[in-house]
């Protein structure tokens, strides 16, 4: 019913975005750590913030990472509906 997947992953996809932007709403987010040589995240955590939102370039960077996560991924996602 699950697959482990990575903080890498999870942030590429724009996912993280897209649900740190619903946490803004209550004063919210998921605060991830990145080491700047290699680019992966090294610790994630929730923090309260006073963050209501992204920056436009911030925000065009994550729709254009999370439709194409959704375009390279829609296959997957409808087959496994046709699972349960």
Do not use: Q
């Not at 619903?22 to 990145?34: M, N, P, Q, S």
Request: net charge negative.
């Amino acid at each position: 019913m699950t697959e482990e997947r990575t903080w890498d992953e999870f942030r590429k996809s724009g996912l993280l975005w897209w649900v740190n932007r619903t946490l803004h709403l209550f004063g919210w987010a998921i605060v991830v750590e990145v080491d700047e040589t290699n680019e992966h995240v090294t610790r994630a955590y929730p923090a309260r913030c006073k963050f209501r939102g992204f920056a436009e370039e911030s925000e065009t960077r994550g729709f254009r990472n999370l439709t194409n996560y959704m375009h390279t991924e829609s296959e997957g996602l409808l087959s496994d509906l046709d699972k349960e």
